[in-house]
């Protein structure tokens, strides 16, 4: 982890409370995501944490409480000025385009931009992240394995050259090698200059990488902490992680 890299919050989030309909899905919580920083978001299945990242991306909306980007509310904006603003989603369940190539998606993905030369770059950089997609990049991306669908949708919200990039359960339903080329990746993309609020079930692996970490419970931020620290901590395990 390079720490040294943290700095000033890129991303506040105050005191949100998020309903679908009459249920509280997030209930009071508060977090920030440093520039330059791996922040992990973990907890069990229905915690909150998707529910989270939607709301940020601007898919729903708090019914009270504050969200800030580089110091502009965001709160009740809609998701594709969030987009615009230099916030990146790469959803749970992948949400590509089947029926479109490889490069399709990735075109798709920088529908905000206009910088032609700055969006062939980006497209050059994401295939050297993942060489699977180069080799790809004409293939229907439904007709991908999962963990190449993965890829594709990490590499998708990438195109629309994000300073925050959130990342909703990269690893779900791979194989033990492919969760470690996505973390791997995951901290080259941090590297590259881009902040990382990461979603995970797999509290551990996402400890490894992060540099701060927040552990929901039923819609509530129960813990929170240096990852390092939390990961080293038995009875966090224990009560947590699933240690």
């Known amino acids: 982890m390079s720490q040294g890299a943290v700095g000033e919050p890129l991303l506040q989030v105050d005191d949100i409370s998020v309903y679908y309909g ?13 520039q330059g920083a791996i922040v992990t978001l973990i907890g069990s299945n229905g915690a909150g944490k998707s529910t989270t990242l939607r709301t ?7 019914k009270s409480g504050r969200i800030t980007f580089e110091g502009k509310e965001i709160s009740r904006s809609p998701g594709h000025e969030v987009v615009g603003m230099g916030i990146a989603h790469s959803p749970e369940g992948r949400r590509i385009f089947p029926r479109m190539t490889v490069d399709e ?5 920088a529908f905000t931009r206009d910088d032609k030369e700055g969006i062939a770059a980006d497209r050059d950089h994401v295939l050297e992240l993942f060489p699977r997609l180069a080799e790809r990049i004409n293939q229907k991306a439904g007709t991908m394995s999962g963990g190449e669908q993965q890829m594709l949708a990490v590499a998708r919200a990438m195109m629309a050259k994000p300073r925050l990039l959130l990342l909703d ?7 033990p090698v492919l969760v470690d080329l996505i973390f791997d990746t995951i901290e080259k993309i941090r590297e590259s200059g881009v902040t990382i609020l990461l979603v ?3 509290a551990l692996a996402a400890l490894r990488v992060a540099d701060y970490a927040y552990v929901m419970e039923s819609g509530f931020l129960k813990l929170q902490g240096p990852a390092r620290e939390l990961a080293e901590d038995d009875e966090v395990v224990r009560a947590y992680l699933g240690g």
Not at 56 to 62: A, D, T, Y
Not at 105 to 109: I, R, S
Not at 169 to 175: D, H, K, R, T, Y
């Open 22 to 34: 009459n249920i509280a899905a997030v209930k009071g919580l508060s977090m920030s995501v440093p």
């Open 169 to 175: 359960e990269p690893s779900m339903g791979l194989a």
């Open 105 to 109: 998606n990735l075109e798709l993905g």
């Open 200 to 202: 995970e079930q797999n």
């Open 56 to 62: 940020i991306s601007g898919l729903l909306h708090p």
